[in-house]
C-alpha cells in the first residue's frame, strides 16, 4: 500500500501485534494480531480515515483559509455537520444565547441538576457553532498573526468541530476562569469526571488525545447510549 512505510512486530506474552508506519498521519498503526509472527508481506484495506471526505463547501472554506488538502484524513477528527434542529439553553457566562441539539439540552439539564443537589453548579460557556462560526474565529486568528499550525491545535477546522453537532459544551463553574486548564482543579471537573457518563457526557480532548488537540478539561460532548 503505498502509505505504508514499514512493518514491525512485537511481542507481547507470545502474541505478535503488527505495526505498519504511514505515510497520511506519521503514526503506527495496529494491523493485525496473531499467535505466530510470520515474516511477509502484509497489506491492509484502507487507511484507518482514508474514508472520510470533505464536503466542497467545507472543502471550499479550507481552501480559503489554507488548511491543508489531508485535513480530512489526518485530523483524526470526525466530519461533523451542523446541527440543523436546535434549542435554546439558558444564558451563557458571556449572557449570550447558546444553543445545543434537544436531545443534548434534555441531557444537559439532568445533570446540571443532579450536580446541583451535590452542592456543584456547572455552567455554560459555549455551545452550538456552525461551520461558518468556526471560518470566521480561525480567519480572527489568522489575522492576529497567529500560525495555522498552532490554532489548529486548539481550534478545528471547520467542518471538524463537535460544536457542529450541537451536543458539545464547553463547561464552568464560579470562580474558575473560562477555558482554562485550571478547570480541572475544580470541584465541577471532579464531579464530571465521576458522573458524566451516567449522563452521556464524555471529556472528548484529555491530556495526549489521540487528535492531537491541546487538552481541554472542559470540553464535553453528549451521546445518546
Known sequence: MKY????LAKKYNKIAILYYDCKI???KHALAY????KRGIYRVPSHPMSKQK????????????????????????????????????????????PYLSESAFIAWQEMQKAASEDGIEL?????????????NLLQRKLEAGQCLEDILKVNAAPGFSEHHSGCALDITTPDFKPLEEVFENSPAFIWLCEHGKQYGFSMSFPKQNDAGIAYEPWHWKYAAD
Open 4 to 7: 505504508m512505510s514499514s512493518i
Open 34 to 37: 496473531t499467535p505466530k509472527f
Open 123 to 135: 455552567q455554560i460557556v459555549s455551545a452550538f457553532r456552525s461551520a461558518d462560526y468556526q471560518k
Open 54 to 97: 470533505t464536503p466542497p463547501e467545507i472543502q471550499a472554506i479550507h481552501d480559503e483559509l489554507g488548511i491543508p488538502a489531508h485535513y480530512a484524513s489526518s485530523c483524526g477528527l470526525d466530519f461533523q455537520p451542523d446541527c440543523q434542529s436546535l434549542v435554546a439553553t439558558e444564558l451563557d457566562v458571556f449572557g449570550r444565547q
Open 25 to 27: 498521519c506519521d503514526e
